[in-house]
């Protein structure tokens, strides 16, 4: 009795010190961002920031372009979450309640392309944008950005329709209501969790995406958070304290989201393959 | 395709669900049905046909033209065939970056699924509170942005002032004051290769958890009490079961890891040395810097295909579900 109890506190204090080790890098850089500057450059570091400050906080956020390049992130995540979610829904409501020709060919498809990296497709849609004029715009980010977030937004919503039994729709429709009554009053409240969590992912690939945005917008107003964020470093050296602040401020909107709603999004991305 | 409304009749699933009242139904309302799933696809194959399909088709023609400035500015390129091909198969830097790369994504790939399943496999045997922590630990770092992450683990290993050297130092593993941890690209690749473990842990770990809970209870206790041990019930029973999981799992990390490029590029503040390219920053770097785009497109092409014969076993159950379904 004793050695189990001895293995079960031996066990419990391993998945402690995994826990620390891979916490230790996030709460080290928001250590470092509440840290006053003479003590983040300290020859033995201080583990814990005493006394606090948000000095680093302030510098970040009154930064040059700060505020233009959030704006510029909140567009674009909003522009491509919405544009996708209703697009990809209405895809994933023909692949899961449609039978028809094509529908194999359609799903290989949306599979296939989220395997081509958008490292090797990066030359060609900067040379196509490039020609129709749109590199340093928005929209040019916008409208690449798709290429990742909508094949899997209709891949993901169609898992979650897929797990709402048919027969509540057709019982809605033995009762009296048209397809489109049940499609609304059944279908849209259950599919709805789906939904948020499909949108929270699309945003949190968009807010996250570095290289599209590095390469295609030139000007520092026009760019985004994470472009502002890697550019951090090239004046005077490195100002860590400040720097870890806003990689605090980069990383806390996706953090908040992740803890909301990470179960759904291990599902769906997992489901499919394991039923299959 | 062309069938129209005639074509319902090829569909048991639709009829079914539609019902005995759908024959009394006007053609018109019966062709709208048919039709309605490819109104419903329309927007999306369009735009993935615009975004996707003509940058995959263009791809391939770039790579077989000299395209460079001169070319960008007149949005004409000259075709040269496979002359792009053969001087990358005589360039003695691809075939060192090739290399590279296979190994690169072998130790990466190797140690993800490793780590991975350990710490899986502690989930199983933790507490409830713990398992609770470490989880939510777990999440925490699977949220992190890749460009955050590489910014931390910058100021962790900085040479002066990093919390790295400091501790290896006072661990008694070495003297590390001062080590710039980028001088090696051996121990430089170790810090990329850190942050992107590090990174893939949690998707990997809480996904192989998820599968581990399903296994049936019944199935270990019988074989323990046939005297299996740990190693056994885990290498006779559990993966098995588990295959299709870890199948999928070390796929998805071949592709991501295949094609690491904002790591190697951010820690090494956009100028990385020729020591540390891996095929997407060959191609990356001879497109963007040197302005040679169809020689940048002729490596991002070779780097697919390498890829797509790295993956070849998940493709073939992807195909599989999509005609079964």
């Not at chain 1, 001895?6 to 998945?15: K, M």
């Not at chain 2, 939510?136 to 962790?156: D, E, I, N, S, Y």
């Amino acid at each position: 009795m004793n050695r189990k109890l001895a293995g079960r506190i031996g066990i419990n204090l391993l998945g402690l010190f995994v826990f620390v080790v891979m916490v230790f890098p996030v709460y080290w850089m928001v250590a470092t961002a509440f840290k006053e500057g003479h003590n983040v450059l300290a020859d033995t570091p201080q583990f814990f920031p005493n006394p606090a400050t948000l000095s680093n906080f302030d510098e970040a956020i009154h930064r040059q372009y700060f505020w233009d390049v959030v704006k510029n992130s909140l567009i674009i995540v909003a522009t491509v979450v919405t544009f996708s979610l209703v697009v990809g829904f209405l895809a994933a409501l023909a692949l899961a309640k449609f039978r028809f020709h094509g529908r194999a060919v359609f799903i290989v498809l949306i599979l296939g392309v989220q395997m081509v990296p958008l490292n090797a497709l990066i030359i060609p849609l900067y040379i196509q944008l490039s020609n129709i004029g749109l590199t340093n715009e928005l929209r040019g980010v916008i409208i690449t950005y798709l290429t990742f977030v909508l094949p899997f937004t209709v891949w993901t919503l169609r898992g979650f329709l897929l797990g709402i039994p048919r027969e509540l729709e057709e019982a809605a429709m033995v009762d009296g209501s048209t397809r489109f009554g049940a499609f609304v009053r059944i279908l849209l409240p259950l599919v709805a969790p789906g939904l948020v969590a499909t949108s929270i992912f699309a945003f949190v690939v968009a807010w996250n995406e570095y290289l599209i945005a590095y390469v295609f917008l030139n000007d520092a107003e026009k760019q985004t958070l994470t472009v502002w964020l890697a550019g951090f470093t090239t004046q005077r050296g490195t100002e860590w304290g400040p720097l870890m602040a806003a990689a605090t401020l980069t990383a806390l909107p996706v953090l908040v989201f992740f803890l909301l709603i990470h179960r759904k999004i291990a599902f769906g991305l997992t489901a499919g393959a394991v039923r299959g | 395709m062309s069938q129209g409304a005639g074509g319902e009749a090829g569909f048991p699933a639709l009829t079914a669900a539609a019902g005995p009242l759908a024959r009394r139904r006007p053609f018109a309302q019966r062709a709208f049905r048919t039709l309605s799933p490819y109104f419903l696809l329309a927007p999306a194959a369009l735009v993935i046909g615009a975004v996707l399909a003509y940058p995959v088709y263009k791809l391939g023609r770039l790579s077989l033209q000299q395209f460079g400035l001169a070319e960008l500015v007149t949005k004409k390129g000259t075709w040269i065939g496979l002359d792009n091909y053969s001087r990358i198969f005589h360039d003695h830097q691809f075939w060192t970056v090739v290399l590279r790369t296979f190994v690169f994504t072998a130790v990466n790939v190797g140690l993800t699924m490793i780590l991975g399943t350990l710490i899986a496999l502690l989930l199983t045997r933790l507490g409830p509170a713990m398992r609770l922590l470490l989880t939510t630990g777990l999440v925490l770092v699977w949220a992190t942005p890749v460009v955050v992450a590489v910014t931390l683990f910058r100021w962790m290993v900085d040479f002066e002032f990093g919390v790295f050297n400091w501790t290896l130092t006072r661990l008694h593993f070495g003297d590390f004051i001062n080590k710039d941890w980028f001088a090696d690209p051996k121990t430089g690749f170790a810090v990329i290769t850190a942050i992107i473990v590090w990174g893939a842990i949690p998707f990997v770990a809480i996904t192989i958890y998820a599968g581990l809970s399903q296994v049936p209870e019944e199935l270990v206790e019988a074989a323990q009490i046939d005297g299996a041990g740990r190693w056994r019930v885990f290498r006779d029973i559990t993966f098995p079961l588990l295959l299709p999981i870890f199948v999928i799992l070390t796929s998805l990390s071949i592709i991501w890891d295949f094609q690491v490029f904002n790591q190697v590029w951010l820690i090494r503040d956009g100028e990385p040395e020729e020591d540390y390219w891996l095929m997407s920053v060959y191609s990356f770097v001879e497109a963007f810097k040197l302005g040679e785009y169809g020689f940048g497109a002729a490596i991002a092409v070779v780097m697919v295909c390498l890829m797509f014969l790295a993956t070849f076993v998940y493709l073939r159950q992807m195909i599989r579900m999509g005609e079964t379904r």
